[in-house]
């Protein structure tokens, strides 16, 4: 069982919807956890960082964080096509990040 | 400001052959990782430094590769004797403090032949 787990995917949504993107993750010390979109061929992109439990959002972006689950998600709103791409869940602990293999997202027009 | 840097951006080598990889990370970020991806797959973590330190190099494959960070700044990932199953995206990142959110440079995508 790897350390830090997403549903690979793909997840299609149609413009204009909300996009829910789940991760789960094994080690209960994780102090910090992250999103990051990575489009084809190119490298990882920082969307979201959290740290509490709790929802937090940024723009169309919501992360929320249940530690008590072990539990970290995306919300996507307004949905837009160029939000196609992979999203990684990161988790951090002692300094260290452990992703998982990511979940594909398209949006279609 | 100017994010991070590797070079090169693309390496092929010949089985056996030993390649240094760079990384320039973000000016004042303490902290630097290596990663490796494989297709497919998100990034796997090779190691990482604080400042010159290298605090954890529990991810390098094999004793064919290491690991550098003289003077805090600029690090080099070195392979040595290359393998085929070493073909991969070589990712370097950055973080202001350990446990901070990282910046990844473009990447290094290395073919063994």
């Known amino acids: 069982q790897k350390e830090v787990e997403q549903n690979s995917g793909p997840l299609s949504v149609p413009e204009g919807a909300i996009a829910s993107l789940n991760c789960t993750y094994s080690?209960?010390?994780?102090?910090?956890f992250f999103w990051y979109r990575q489009y084809s061929g190119k490298s990882p992109e920082l969307i979201m960082f959290i740290y509490s439990n709790g929802d937090k959002e940024d723009g169309r972006f919501t992360a929320q964080l249940n530690k008590a689950s072990q539990y970290v998600s995306l919300l996507i709103r307004d949905s837009q096509p160029s939000d196609s791409a992979t999203y990684l869940c990161?988790?951090?602990?002692?300094?260290?990040?452990?992703f998982g293999d990511g979940t594909t997202l398209t949006v279609k027009p | 400001g100017a994010g991070v840097s590797q070079s090169p951006r693309y390496k092929v080598a010949k089985r056996g052959q030993d390649v240094a990889l760079r990384c320039d990370p973000i000016s004042g970020h303490v902290s630097l990782f290596w990663y490796q991806q494989a297709l497919g797959q998100g990034p796997e973590f090779l190691t990482y430094f604080q400042n010159e330190a290298q605090l954890d190099k529990s991810g390098l494959p094999s004793d064919r590769f290491f690991a550098e960070r003289p003077e805090g700044s600029v690090s080099t990932l070195k392979i040595q004797r290359t393998q085929q199953e070493d073909s991969a995206v070589y990712l370097c990142?950055?973080?202001?403090?350990?446990?901070?959110?990282?910046?990844f440079g473009p990447g290094t995508r290395l073919t063994v032949t």
């Open positions: 080690d209960r010390g994780s102090q910090s």
């Open positions: 990142a950055s973080s202001l403090k350990t446990g901070y959110e990282q910046y």
């Open positions: 990161a988790v951090n602990s002692a300094g260290k990040s452990t």
